[in-house]
């Protein structure tokens, strides 16, 4: 079972920041937390990962709670083409069978004109 | 740079007959997967490898079979193919953790196998 909890859908205007909100309460101290997405019919896309500091890079922001219980996904500018459904990992850092990933249902999130 | 590239794009196989999928990376990883998606459901793993010569099960191994022959290729077999085995497949590759922070899946897009 997926270790984290995340709505099922979401909507966002364009050019608006997209927050996308993960639960992993059950965290382990080695788990880091993983964000994909996954445009209509195609593969899963890598976006970012963080353990507990803030990340950013040039798709989106990762924002990790101090007790790494929850973090939240930013995408600053949503377009269109962002529409995709949004996968919360967590996962150990290493590879193998403990590094695999276990996605849930993730977010579907719409971003409309 | 072709990353991970899936063949066939698209199947359609009668109940019995067999077949195998290839997914082939250029980026020289070590470890490769092979995952399911079914309508509505998140991704769920099916057999892995963390190098060549090596395979091991994921969470829904049974009717599937694997080799990594070489480094570059994962090859997915049925070998008597069911309806339940409809389904989309990813094939996906990553490097090995330095230790430090493990890199990300890439994965390909997809397999799209109809059983009949």
């Known amino acids: 079972d997926a270790k984290t909890t995340q709505p099922t859908s979401m909507d966002c205007a364009e050019g608006r920041a997209a927050n996308l909100p993960c639960n992993h309460s059950t965290i382990s101290g080695n788990e880091y937390v993983y964000w994909y997405r996954q445009i209509h019919s195609q593969g899963p896309q890598y976006i970012i990962h963080?353990?507990?500091n803030n990340e950013t890079n040039e798709m989106a922001s990762l924002i990790i709670t101090e007790d790494r219980k929850s973090s939240t996904l930013i995408l600053p500018h949503a377009t269109l083409r962002d529409t995709a459904v949004y996968y919360c990992?967590?996962?150990?850092?290493?590879?193998?069978?403990?590094?695999?990933?276990?996605f849930g249902k993730g977010t579907k999130l719409s971003v409309k004109p | 740079n072709a990353g991970v590239t899936q063949t066939p794009k698209f199947r359609v196989l009668k109940t019995g007959q067999s077949m195998t999928l290839l997914c082939a990376q250029d980026?020289?990883?070590?470890?490769m997967y092979w995952y399911r998606q079914d309508p509505g459901m998140g991704l769920r793993l099916i057999h892995y490898?963390?190098?060549?010569?090596?395979?091991a099960k994921g969470e829904v191994p049974d009717g599937y079979n694997v080799s990594r022959l070489k480094k570059q290729n994962f090859l997915l077999g049925l070998e008597s193919a069911a309806p339940s085995q409809t389904s989309v497949y990813f094939c996906?590759?990553?490097?090995?953790?330095?230790?430090?922070?493990?890199?990300?899946?890439?994965f390909g897009d997809g397999t799209r196998l109809s059983i009949l």
């Open positions: 996906a590759s990553n490097v090995i953790g330095s230790g430090v922070r493990n890199q990300p899946q890439h």
């Open positions: 963080g353990l507990k």
């Open positions: 980026m020289n990883h070590e470890y």
């Open positions: 990992i967590v996962r150990p850092n290493y590879g193998g069978s403990q590094g695999n990933l276990i």
């Open positions: 490898s963390v190098g060549e010569g090596t395979t």
